[in-house]
């Protein structure tokens, strides 16, 4: 017998976390889980554009965290008893590796940059802003519910990650950077 899609379970609005308890969809863990996803799938768009082989392995890599991240916020950790990954340590001095290896190649910033200039740096930023608001969805979920404290840290650092992405990707696509000049 195949595998169905459908399950039925949720037409009338709640859904099931990992442990059984049962929530409405729009339960403050599901948004949380849910820009997780949509975060991951901006990073998927990302990977598919014309980028360096290194990148797009470390976007994969950034992939296979965000599942991670996504099955531990998916889990009631009240009642759940299923052992899922986790994040290490290492996952965030991975970030901060890669982020300083691309610091090291690019101009130094005199002022904020403005969103654009290439498609794939465009998809960095908004890459960059749905991790933003996962983080804040997280923090808030945190503030009532267990969140791992390596959860919100990886989050705060892979936003720190897009964003030195975009610039470097900017340059290898010689994109130009448009400097923020405030209209005074």
Not at 103 to 118: A, D, T, V
Not at 122 to 135: G, L, N, P
Not at 146 to 158: G, P
Request: hydrophobic share 35%; aromatic share 8%.
């Amino acid at each position: 017998m195949a595998f169905k899609i459908y399950t039925k379970t949720g037409d009338k609005g709640q859904t099931s976390l990992i442990g059984g308890t049962r929530v409405p969809k729009h339960h403050i863990r599901i948004e949380s889980y849910g820009t997780i996803d949509e975060l991951n799938s901006y990073i998927g768009l990302i990977r598919d554009q014309q980028i360096d082989e290194n990148s797009k392995q470390i976007l994969l890599e950034i992939q296979d965290r965000l599942f991670t991240i996504g099955s531990s916020l998916a889990s009631d950790p009240e009642k759940s008893k299923m052992e899922i990954p986790g994040l290490k340590e290492e996952d965030i001095t991975f970030l901060e590796q890669e982020i300083d290896k691309m610091n090291e190649r690019l101009p130094e910033m005199h002022s904020f940059i403005l969103p654009g200039g290439h498609t794939t740096v465009s998809f960095c930023h908004i890459a960059r802003c749905v991790c933003r608001r996962a983080e804040r969805l997280t923090i808030q979920l945190s503030e009532n519910s267990f969140v791992h404290d390596l959860v919100i840290k990886y989050l705060n650092r892979l936003s720190d990650y897009l964003f030195i992405l975009s610039r470097k990707l900017s340059q290898d696509l010689h994109a130009q950077e448009m400097p923020w000049k405030p209209r005074m």
